[in-house]
């Protein structure tokens, strides 16, 4: 079974830190996650993944994409985003882009930057 | 004899002509390496001027969903600038000129999560998903 790298825990750990009452039972399920597969594109990296205990869905729409956090990386001038796709109240897939620059073959990160004003609405 | 040597002979100055064209081509007579020329290739799989492994990213990746739109607009291509352009109306309406720019927009009926970096004005896409709002 595989596990997160550091930088895709990192990542979770940055998209679900905020106060929405959904965020709580998210970080619940950031640990009970399996890692189904991972893919690297060239132009970032798709990790899908599976909650492995029930009762932990969020209740709501049906597909919702949290998103809302970059991170300044060694030589690439715009930095990386991550997303998280929750499906069926559930985390389905973590995701990390470049900007117009290819995805770094090492990953270094210096800094973690949410966005100034992140939309939780998603999550209601 | 002379008629039937005469078509070999010709066959071989023939064949001897392509190797000499394909030895030119390959070494360049304009002093263009091989590996230029096999780069043209990759340039040509590259004429749209999109990057073909963001392409990979945005609609390769099933759970972004954006298969059915890439067929509806005819192509990845197709479907990527229409969702850039989407990007950019947007964000040239919300007066961001530079820095991270997210929103959601109609493209082709479809609601799709988007988000990129304004450079110089330019709205340049990071990923781009179908959004399930309204499902």
Redesign the interface.
């Known amino acids: 079974m595989m596990d997160l790298l550091p930088f895709e825990l990192q990542a979770l750990a940055q998209l679900l830190t905020g106060d929405h009452p959904a965020l709580p039972k998210l970080r619940k399920q950031a640990r009970e996650l399996t890692v189904v597969s991972r893919?690297l594109?060239?132009?970032?990296f798709?990790v899908?993944l599976a909650v492995s205990k029930s009762g932990l869905a969020i209740p709501g729409?049906?597909?919702?994409?949290l998103?809302?956090v970059?991170a300044d990386v060694v030589n690439l001038r715009?930095g990386v985003?991550v997303?998280l796709?929750i499906?069926e109240g559930e985390m389905?897939?973590l995701?990390g882009?470049?900007?117009?620059e290819?995805?770094p073959s090492n990953l270094e990160v210096v800094a973690w930057r949410p966005?100034a004003a992140r939309?939780f609405s998603v999550l209601d | 004899m002379v008629l039937e040597s005469a078509p070999v002979s010709a066959g071989l100055t023939s064949i001897g002509t392509i190797l000499r064209n394909f030895w030119q081509w390959i070494v360049g007579g304009t002093g263009v390496s091989l590996f230029q020329r096999l780069g043209n290739c990759s340039d040509r799989a590259q004429s749209s001027g999109i990057?073909?492994?963001?392409l990979?990213?945005?609609f390769?990746?099933e759970?972004h969903q954006l298969g059915s739109l890439a067929e509806q607009m005819g192509s990845r291509e197709a479907a990527f600038n229409a969702i850039q352009a989407a990007g950019q109306s947007a964000a040239t309406a919300a007066n961001t000129t530079s820095g991270?720019f997210?929103t959601v927009a109609k493209v082709g009926g479809m609601d799709v999560?988007m988000?990129?970096?304004v450079?110089e004005g330019v709205f340049?896409?990071?990923?781009a998903?179908?959004?399930?709002?309204g499902?």
């Open positions: 893919e594109t060239g132009a970032g798709a899908n729409a049906r597909r919702r994409i998103s809302g970059n715009h985003g997303a796709l499906e389905s897939m995701e882009f470049s900007y117009d290819p995805w966005d939309n | 990057d073909p492994n963001k990979h990213h945005i390769g990746l759970k991270l997210e999560w988000r990129g970096y450079i340049r896409l990071g990923s998903s179908a959004s399930g709002i499902e």
